[in-house]
T-cell receptor, first 112, second 111 residues
Framework: DGGITQSPKYLFRKEGQNVTLSCEQNLNHDAMYWYRQDPGQGLRLIYYSQIVNDFQKGDIAEGYSVSREKKESFPLTVTSAQKNPTAFYLC???????????FGAGTRLSVL | RKEVEQDPGPFNVPEGATVAFNCTYSNSASQSFFWYRQDCRKEPKLLMSVYSSGNEDGRFTAQLNRASQYISLLIRDSKLSDSATYLCVVGDGGATNKLIFGTGTLLAVQP
């Protein structure tokens, strides 16, 4: 099945720990995105990438890092510098240009 | 002013009712417009794109007014399964495909 796979579905982070969220797509999309959703708020863009080995900061990149070593994969690391990481994290992909973005099922991150 | 503004609701309507949602956006350079649907604790899914001429998909009709920077979604003959949050989404008008998401309008269809 074509689509976007995020893992894990639930993740718990201890104080001072870095955690990595996985996002894989087999849609052959060039562009990939990471969003954060908090209750009662819209999706906010963390990072995006339009091509392998290149990515740009979104609106709330502080405390996060990404890599894009393969077209299919765009992992997000939530570092210990992110003081309020509890949220629903969504990965999306699209073809280049002003086009529809397709979402993975998301990862819920909580702090222990 | 928020870039994309929606009434958060909730809109509580009986089955079979017609309901309309509105959305305004601030960037006059925006060129792409969408309505997404998000069920509780799930990912957003595309409901429909919105075109300048207006477009319809079954019970759903979307309209765009560029002069007023206003987008609408009309749902006819509401079903229980239509209960969800509806997100108004607007392209940022730049070369990249950055989308700006509204906070969503909650619809609850009652039996």
């Amino acid at each position: 099945d074509g689509g976007i796979t995020q893992s894990p579905k639930y993740l718990f982070r201890k104080e001072g720990q870095n955690v990595t969220l996985s996002c894989e797509q087999n849609l052959n999309h060039d562009a990939m995105y990471w969003y954060r959703q908090d209750p009662g708020q819209g999706l906010r863009l963390i990072y995006y990438s339009q091509i392998v080995n290149d990515f740009q900061k979104g609106d709330i990149a502080e405390g996060y890092s990404v890599s894009r070593e393969k077209k299919e994969s765009f992992p997000l690391t939530v570092t210990s510098a992110q003081k309020n990481p509890t949220a629903f994290y969504l990965c999306a992909s699209s073809i280049l240009g002003p086009n529809i973005q397709y979402f993975g099922a998301g990862t819920r991150l909580s702090v222990l | 002013r928020k870039e994309v503004e929606q009434d958060p609701g909730p809109f509580n309507v009986p089955e079979g009712a017609t309901v309309a949602f509105n959305c305004t956006y601030s960037n006059s350079a925006s060129q792409s417009f969408f309505w997404y649907r998000q069920d509780c604790r799930k990912e957003p899914k595309l409901l429909m794109s919105v075109y300048s001429s207006g477009n319809e998909d079954g019970r759903f009709t979307a309209q765009l007014n560029r002069a007023s920077q206003y987008i609408s979604l009309l749902i006819r003959d509401s079903k229980l399964s239509d209960s969800a949050t509806y997100l108004c989404v607007v392209g940022d008008g730049g070369a990249t495909n950055k989308l700006i998401f509204g906070t969503g309008t909650l619809l609850a269809v009652q039996p």
